[in-house]
């Protein structure tokens, strides 16, 4: 299958700092990239999907101003969480798809801990 | 709204034995069905994936069927192994391209 990577794969920051997280497809076009964050015994939840070039599209209960999320290219997506505070913290799991129906690969998780 | 269930929770079972994961749905209209491993800490690896139109996947030990009509999928594990042990995710594709999980099969292989 294809292969998502993402950097960092774990950081710890100070309340109030921001993070940003990088997804990477390494060897297809991601026409949509999706964010997950998923909680200690919890389902991963969809925070956020994006298309290259346009706006994500967040779940209902998710801040986007706290989220910020950027898809420029068609390899990369970017998920900053702007003033981190300790309840941010958790493991974000974005995936990636060619779009129009096509399986979604999963990049490996970033670990966040927000002291 | 679609919602994924796992039975059980958490499972744990000595080396050798054959175990059955099971899988709910609320809403059969799903595009396909995916299983996914997950060690501590580590993100996803993609076991089996079936679409609608399908009934059951292989790969080696692992076998996972789709009962569509009844909402239903199993992942049935063959002569089990510690390494097998690990969160085992269950995801439905409603037909958009969200999937959406369950909460997971924390399952432990005993040597």
């Known amino acids: 299958g294809a292969v998502v990577s993402q950097h960092p794969s774990r950081v710890i920051c100070k309340s109030g700092t921001s993070v940003k997280i990088e997804c990477r497809s390494l060897d297809f076009q991601a026409t949509t990239m999706f964010w997950y964050r998923q909680f200690p015994k919890k389902s991963l939840m969809l925070m956020a999907t994006?298309?290259?070039?346009?706006?994500?599209?967040?779940e209902q209960g998710v801040e986007k101003d706290k989220f910020l999320i950027n898809h420029a290219s068609l390899t990369l997506s970017t998920l900053t969480v702007t003033s981190a505070h300790p309840e941010d913290s958790s493991f974000y799991i974005c995936s990636a798809s060619a779009g129009g129906g096509n399986e979604q690969f999963f990049g490996p998780g970033t670990r966040l801990t927000v002291l | 709204k679609q919602e994924v269930t796992q039975i059980p929770a958490a499972l744990s079972v000595p080396e050798g034995e054959n175990l059955v994961l099971n899988c709910s749905f609320t809403?059969?209209?799903?595009?396909?069905l995916q299983w996914f491993r997950q060690d501590p800490g580590k993100g996803l690896t993609s076991l089996l994936l079936?679409?609608?139109?399908?009934r059951e996947q292989t790969s080696g030990r692992l076998n996972a069927s789709l009962d569509k009509s009844s909402g239903r999928s199993t992942l049935y594990i063959a002569a089990s192994q510690p390494g097998d042990s690990a969160t085992y995710l269950c995801?439905?594709?409603?037909?958009?391209?969200?999937?959406?999980f369950g909460k997971g099969t924390r399952l432990h292989i005993l040597p």
């Open positions: 995801a439905v594709r409603p037909g958009d391209d969200k999937i959406i």
């Open positions: 079936i679409q609608s139109s399908q």
């Open positions: 809403d059969s209209a799903i595009y396909n």
């Open positions: 994006s298309n290259e070039g346009s706006k994500a599209t967040y």
